[in-house]
């Protein structure tokens, strides 16, 4: 029997209006379906340092950290900036350059390619939206599943009301730029619970912080 293996679409985020909303730290940005509905991106908190939010998953990082779609990479830059072992993984070449220059490492890669450490990355995030990658939450759960360590830890921040959405999407930047079209997923808690359930991770908490909501799993 073949096995469908959902993978994110790389040119999809290398499209110009995400890119250069990178290079300027800032947007107007948004995820938009054809039909007209947007999601803000927020892209000047994801260039700037860590929040007050941000620091409630940092606190939660035990171990060697894996960032999947680390982004401009401020959780990574913090974490090494702290002498902590911790790596991010975007398919975003801008993503990742500026994730080195604020002293992070990265890799320019899908997380469904080879990974260093597989098998050994004690916490994965799976922040700002990340969930949705592939617009398949399953195989990505799966997949995250043999990235970490036995009893590791999965911090996952989720949609703040119950919903379970698989989408078709652009990135938009507002002034008619566009990138080509990918999936995407949204989950709230429950959503994610269940997905993880048959992914191999156990509900073992869950927090909210500054209006975001974040849900710890563990690799049983």
Known sequence: MNTRVFAPAPQSWQADPYTLALRAGRG???????????????VARWCAEPDAADDTVLGRCTGPVLDIGCGPGRLVAALNRA????LGVDVTPEAVARTVRAGGSALCRS????????????????????????????????RAAELASPGGS??????????????EVFVDDGRGGRGASFRWARLGPRALCTEAEG???SRSGGWEAAG????????R
């Open 28 to 42: 107007p940005l948004y995820l938009r379906r054809e039909d007209g509905w947007l999601l803000p991106l927020d």
């Open 83 to 86: 002498g902590r072992t911790a």
């Open 111 to 142: 997380v469904f390619d080879p990974l260093p450490g597989e098998g050994r990355w004690q916490t994965v995030l799976l922040i700002d939206g990340n969930i949705g990658i592939g617009g398949e939450p399953g195989p990505l759960l799966r």
């Open 154 to 167: 999965l911090l996952v921040e989720v949609v703040p009301v119950e919903v379970d959405e698989r989408v």
């Open 199 to 201: 992914a191999g991770w």
């Open 212 to 219: 975001r909501h974040f849900v710890h799993l563990r690799r």
